[in-house]
């Protein structure tokens, strides 16, 4: 995951190769930016001769300064990668 500022706005990128907009969720609880993926793995069986991709669940959870703005959180999955924004007050 990458975080930054630019511009009174944080960015949080996160790859999400084979992740479906239907299996992301982000939520802002106590201060607290959590984004949750699932990558489901392909149906069937499969005998792998080598396999380097994970499949599965995975949570981060990033603590926010309180001068974020909850309401204005806003998600986007393009190309493989979840892009998420949210403003932070000028003080």
Known sequence: ASIWEADNTLHL???APGVSK???DVTFDKGALQVSLDRKAPE???THW???RGYGKVS????LPETVDP???HAELTSGVLHVTIEVAVS
């Open 44 to 46: 069937g069986e499969r």
């Open 71 to 73: 309401s204005t959180i």
């Open 13 to 15: 990128e996160i790859d």
């Open 60 to 63: 981060r959870s990033v603590s």
């Open 22 to 24: 239907e299996d992301v």
């Open 50 to 52: 080598h396999n380097e």
